[in-house]
């Protein structure tokens, strides 16, 4: 199974993020063709941990996993899948680039691709990950983001954490006027100034469909936590940041599962 978010780490390179400096040692642009790379795995009792990290004067490229991963042949596969995808992609797109800059006589700036997979929780019967994913593609600026997926550890399927649940409208009809209400009060706390709702690009509450659903537990045996993430552009400006959102599984929540994973989430207490 290859869940849309899977599409998502590559997308945030489009909008372009921090400036070309920041980047400059980190990815060797003075190094003509210096290269790089480096590869570590951590063991552990439940797996083990995969860390690749890789530079070239064109870009520089990290994606790591952790040791809870390696436990679980599927999930490792694809996210090793992914690995290979993504670098082959930037790879690439940064010989293309670099290539059209000298022909056309204009500097290349290094592009960089970073991915890096982390626990949120696991519990029995299931793995819920959250990955920091960040990219530059020689802008004024890069862009970084929280994608998320959980690993269905009986089924042996990695599913999207919206999908646990009767439908993505199900969900938010349970969970939208909490999370909208502590999603103004932090972005007003940001502005300096109440959100204004007629500002038609960031003053209303996104769609579910624009947002990140991760889920968590405090007890380490079943869900009773979510965060609701916000990503850079979608629920304010570049400058203010993405929006991470933490809320209560309450019964409403609950009430929303598709019966077949109710076994899985309690009422937090």
């Given amino acids: 199974m290859h869940p849309r978010l899977f599409l998502i780490p590559l997308l945030v390179s489009s909008a372009g993020c921090s400036d070309a400096g920041e980047y400059g040692d980190a990815v060797g642009v003075d190094q003509a063709a210096a290269t790089a790379s480096a590869e570590a795995s951590a063991s552990s009792a439940k797996g083990k941990a995969r860390n690749v990290s890789e530079e070239t004067d064109a870009y520089f490229f990290e994606y790591s996993y952790p040791a809870e991963v390696g436990a679980y042949p599927e999930l490792k596969a694809e996210l090793d899948r992914q690995l290979e995808a993504e670098r082959a992609q930037l790879v690439k797109d940064t010989a293309q680039w670099k290539a059209e800059a000298e022909a056309e006589g204009f500097e290349f700036r290094a592009h960089s691709s970073n991915l890096e997979w982390k626990v949120v929780a696991d519990i029995p019967g299931w793995l819920s990950l959250s990955g920091d994913a960040s990219s530059y593609t020689g802008g004024a600026h890069g862009n970084y983001g ?115 994973f109710a076994s899985a989430f309690t009422i937090h207490r």
């Fill in 146 to 260: 929280t994608v998320g997926l959980v690993y269905d550890k009986q089924a042996k399927t990695i599913r999207e954490a919206i999908d646990l649940f009767r439908s993505p409208t199900a969900f938010w009809q349970s969970v939208s006027a909490k999370f909208c209400e502590k999603l103004d009060a932090e972005r007003a706390k940001r502005r300096g100034e109440p959100v204004d709702p007629n500002d038609e690009t960031f003053g209303t509450c996104p769609p579910i469909d624009d947002l990140v659903l991760l889920l968590g537990s405090s007890n380490g045996k079943v869900f009773d936590r979510v965060g609701i993430i916000a990503n850079p552009y979608v629920a304010g400006a570049y400058a203010e940041g993405l929006y991470e959102i933490d809320l209560d599984v309450d019964a409403r929540m609950v009430d929303a599962v598709k019966p077949e």
